[in-house]
Every structure is written in C-alpha cells, then in structure tokens.
C-alpha cells in the first residue's frame, strides 16, 4: 500500500508512469513492483479511483497473518544457521 500511495502521489504531480517506476526502483529496489503493475495502478487513479487499499473480495480468507509470516522468517534464518554451522564443521573436518 506504501507503493500505490507513492504512485498516487507522484501520479497527481503529472510523473510519466514510466518514471514513477524508476523512482520507486530507486528508492525500493528493482523488486519492489514491475513496471506493468505501475501502469495498471496509474490507470485507475486516472479512472478516479482514491483508495490504495484492496478491494474486499469474496471467497476464502487468506491464511498467512502476521504471526505466520514471523514464524516462517524465524525457521528460515534457522535453517541458513543450520547450514552455515554444518558447511563450517565440513570444511574443518576435511583439514
């Protein structure tokens, strides 16, 4: 939602789509959201939509909260410790 509020912003200051996704490759990363989504979102501003929010949609309610995406995270930088422990113990074995 940071990145539509800064589309909706730099889109009503009449920014070219187009440079609006380089600055926000600038500031955020080349991963932060591709060009076409950019598009897309100064699009419906243009349209009239305001809201950078989702639209509430019908069917079934994710599954991932914030305390999934935590513990997810936590088991992941175990994971990477885990190995960097094991490649280390390999490597003084094999001196």
């Given at each position: 939602?940071?990145l539509?509020?800064?589309?909706?912003?730099?889109?009503?200051?009449?920014?070219?789509?187009?440079?609006?996704?380089?600055?926000?490759?600038?500031?955020?990363?080349?991963?932060?959201?591709?060009?076409?989504?950019?598009?897309?979102?100064?699009?419906?501003?243009?349209?009239?939509?305001?809201?950078?929010?989702?639209?509430?949609?019908?069917?079934?309610?994710?599954?991932?909260?914030?305390?999934?995406?935590?513990?997810?995270?936590?088991?992941?930088r175990?994971?990477?410790?885990?190995?960097?422990?094991?490649?280390?113990?390999?490597?003084?074995?094999?001196?």
């Amino acid at each position: 939602m940071k990145l539509r509020s800064v589309i909706r912003f730099l889109n009503a200051r009449n920014v070219l789509p187009s440079d609006i996704h380089r600055q926000i490759c600038q500031v955020y990363g080349d991963n932060a959201m591709n060009d076409g989504m950019v598009w897309k979102w100064v699009r419906m501003f243009n349209e009239g939509r305001e809201n950078v929010h989702d639209e509430v949609r019908s069917g079934r309610p994710s599954l991932v909260n914030d305390d999934l995406v935590r513990k997810v995270k936590e088991r992941v930088r175990i994971n990477i410790t885990l190995r960097r422990v094991r490649e280390t113990t390999d490597a003084v074995e094999r001196q």
